[in-house]
């Protein structure tokens, strides 16, 4: 995306012999990196991503650089060759977005996985690369957990990515102890977070099939009598089904208000809070690369340093933003309380991310 260049590029009159310089300089810079992966050890698994798209097509009320993605899509070429060459994985971003957002824009010209700028992804932008990046990895189709039991038999089915143990019969329903092996995703439908985002995870849901390829947590209760039934979790009632319904099964990663969906929001918001705090140390590690890497003062963060950072910001946005956080990073001990933090976030994450046995019980009301 930055590599093909913006402005005083594709607003000029030579603009594409200006892209093919951008992308030439690009793809140059591009073979050193193949060939440090070559060195790498032969267990390293290395799979190149063809970058997001920049939206060309929308007609949302911003400029508009003809020619940018097309600019993308040769850099992206180059890194699939490199795939091809090497054995290595690969999986586009580029084209599949390009054909969703062909699709949306037909019953909505102004739609934009991004929509604020035309290059930077909203949250459903993301999910939809979060899906390709999954599928191509062949996870498709692997259920958070199934479970499928008999009341009237009193009989345990089958067991999906699950265990289901001490299940009882009783005159109103049944209930049985349920441990999954994983937590359902939470599709978060909020959309503020990160860069001024518009849309929600959410709204991916309806252009991916992700929640059917990905989110199924299945319950299905055969041999009810006929009836309507009440979903208790650890003796939270969740949700009312007719015995049909539960025949049929459910998918309870869509109850948004099971345990286990909350234990896995409490993973999504831990690791939000984890990527606030590394941006941060992004923006340190970014103005040192690029206001001091050619100077003296690198990682010196001293008063000259501090006195460089406002000058440049007076000029350059990119420094200006930058540099709210330059300023409180420069300080070790802010810096290294970050670092604190996202150890701390992360070991916390991998304390609460693992399923706990759950007591279900399906009473007639």
């Not at 009237?152 to 209930?175: F, H, R």
């Not at 109850?255 to 993973?267: F, I, K």
Request: one cysteine or more; glycine letters at 6%; proline letters at 4%.
């Amino acid at each position: 995306m930055n590599d093909t260049g913006y402005f005083g590029v594709y607003d000029k009159e030579n603009a594409l012999s200006l892209s093919e310089e951008k992308v030439e300089r690009s793809l140059g810079y591009f073979s050193k990196i193949t060939d440090r992966l070559e060195e790498l050890p032969e267990n390293v698994e290395i799979v190149m991503i063809g970058g997001s798209p920049y939206d060309e097509t929308s007609t949302f009320n911003n400029g508009i650089l003809p020619g940018k993605n097309a600019a993308i899509r040769k850099v992206i070429a180059g890194q699939e060759a490199a795939a091809k060459n090497h054995n290595w994985g690969f999986v586009d971003f580029n084209a599949p977005m390009l054909d969703l957002a062909t699709v949306a824009q037909a019953s909505d010209p102004a739609y934009s996985f991004c929509p604020q700028d035309r290059i930077h992804p909203d949250k459903d932008g993301q999910m939809v690369m979060a899906y390709l990046f999954l599928k191509a990895q062949g996870l498709a189709g692997k259920k958070v957990a199934g479970i499928d039991v008999d009341a009237s038999k009193k009989k345990v089915i089958s067991a999906e990515n699950c265990k289901v143990s001490n299940l009882e019969k009783s005159k109103t329903g049944i209930a049985f102890d349920y441990l999954a092996n994983a937590l359902p995703y939470p599709c978060d439908s909020i959309s503020e977070h990160g860069w001024g985002n518009i849309h929600s995870q959410r709204d991916a849901l309806k252009m991916i099939p992700f929640t059917e390829e990905f989110n199924q947590e299945t319950l299905r209760v055969r041999g009810l009598a006929e009836g309507n039934y009440r979903l208790v979790i650890d003796g939270q009632p969740i949700a009312a089904f007719s015995s049909r319904d539960l025949d049929q099964g459910i998918n309870m990663a869509e109850l948004t208000n099971t345990p286990q969906y909350r234990q896995a929001s409490a993973v999504m918001y831990l690791n939000e809070e984890r990527f606030e705090n590394d941006k941060r140390l992004r923006e340190y590690v970014w103005m040192e690369y690029n206001m001091f890497r050619n100077t003296d003062q690198i990682f010196k963060d001293d008063w000259k340093s501090l006195e460089m950072v406002g000058k440049a910001a007076r000029k350059d946005p990119f420094v200006n933003y930058s540099s709210y956080w330059y300023k409180k990073s420069s300080i070790p001990e802010v810096r290294e309380t970050w670092e604190k933090m996202s150890s701390d976030l992360v070991d916390r994450i991998y304390s609460i991310n693992k399923p706990v046995t759950r007591r279900i019980t399906i009473e007639k009301i």
